[in-house]
């Protein structure tokens, strides 16, 4: 989508810290990181939601890379959190789908 900044990103016309990438998916540090570690995982294909997740073979896809990425920053044994905020009541701020990877930090719970 034309005007999406994560499109943008996945494209390579905006910058982002890029820690991985393939065919599918693309994940790079958030630029507020909420934790040590706090990454953003994206699917190429822009859905706007997680209520546009339509592709199982792509939720599996996205969901087996975290723990690639857990190992890779070092969080996996420690710990970590994956987040995917849908619509207002989450707030929701990029309008891309996205998975939050979150760790390096005790982190509370339940979220505010
Ligand atoms: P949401 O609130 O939509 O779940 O999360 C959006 C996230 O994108 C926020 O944590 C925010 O810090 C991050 N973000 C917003 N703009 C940019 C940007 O231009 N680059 C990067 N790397 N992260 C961004
Ligand atoms: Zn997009």
């Keep these: 989508m034309s005007d999406c900044l994560f499109c943008k990103i996945a494209a390579g016309e905006i910058p982002a810290d890029i820690v991985y990438q393939d065919d599918v998916c693309l994940a790079f540090r958030d630029i507020h990181?909420?934790?040590p570690q706090h990454?953003?995982?994206i699917p190429r294909?822009?859905?706007a939601t997680m209520n546009d997740l339509?592709?199982?073979a792509l939720a599996g896809h996205l969901l087996t890379v975290v723990p690639r990425l857990a190992r890779q920053l070092g969080i996996a044994d420690g710990g970590y959190r994956t987040v995917?905020?849908?619509n207002a009541d989450a707030g929701q701020?990029?309008?891309h789908?996205?998975?939050h990877l979150l760790g390096g930090r005790r982190l509370s719970w339940p979220p505010g």
């Design 33 to 35: 990181p909420a934790a």
């Design 39 to 41: 990454l953003l995982l």
């Design 45 to 47: 294909r822009h859905l």
């Design 54 to 56: 339509d592709d199982a």
């Design 84 to 86: 995917v905020n849908c």
């Design 93 to 95: 701020e990029v309008f």
């Design 97 to 99: 789908l996205h998975v």
